[in-house]
């Protein structure tokens, strides 16, 4: 199978290249990370790329498949059309290789403030939800923040330092419909400006690529709803199924 | 809504708007589909009618503030220089002016 994979040392090269690989299946190879890593053993140990996991949990091994983004460890290698192309997370800076820069794309999802805000007495125990509230938070506490969604959404790629991205309003969105947090007002009003939320143009890119099945694009849209006070329905966000990278 | 809502506001006015011009093309093309005028005349009546002058009129209205919204955002997306952002945008808001004033002229000027 023949695999074109972006390289760049930036000690070493003046800029990016894309370099063949060949290499012959095995029974064992299933997923499109476990070739890459036999690339790196067998031909290349240069070849420089971020994997934890290896089973879609932690997102740390999302790349540009065949031009659509995906995490590697998930994704059926003997489904690609040949040659199959790998890159970076497309608008992130390239550190080396497959591997980019996340430093900005963490930025933004700090700045939404990703934890709960409660200045209540701590309780005892726990702070409690009912069921129907809990059942809110599906479809948007399972991101793994692997950032497939950011770095192919159009309006990150324009505005990618004041657009906070499809991760991290679906993070906003998880902890506004949060029943334990007290900041809910606070939350919006820091989103209504002209670019943290509103440069959304719902293309649905995020939706389209995340791994998870998540929709990122819906969680935009209750927020905009939340914000004008108009009901959008009870329950979490709806997953679905992904469609398989070609 | 303060100054701060603005963007809140223009997805609101876009949204609103969108849906008006669908109700009343769907309106306009049912008209034509199920009693069509038969002659120049009929047809002039119904669209001066002081109902219809309205409702065209709110629809016009609708679809300027439409595009205001759609190409404001277009360069907000793009354009990154001030000066050049300022002044596209006054170009955009001079040509959808006009466009406004001619629309008010075609349908305020009575023909025989």
Redesign the interface.
Known sequence: MRFSIFRYNPERDEKPYMQAFDIELKPTDRMLLDVILRIRDSQDDSLTLRKSCREGVCGSDAININGRNGLACVTPVRELKEPVELRPLPTFPVVRDLVVDMTRFYKQYHSIKPYLVNDEAVPEKERLQSPEDRDKLDGSYECILCACCTSQCP?SW??PDKFVGPAGLLQAYRFIVDSRDRVTQERL?DL????R???C?TIMNCTEVCPKGLSPSRAIERI?LE??KVDHGEGGLALHRVPPIR | MNRKHTALRGWLVQRVSAIYMFLFIVFFLTHFVVDPPQHYAEWHAWITSAAMSIATAAFFAALLAHAWVGLRDVLMDYVHATIARVALLGLVGFGLTTAGVWVVRILWTRHG
């Open positions: 309006s324009w505005n009003d209504t400006d002209p670019y939320l509103f440069r143009r905009r914000m004008v």
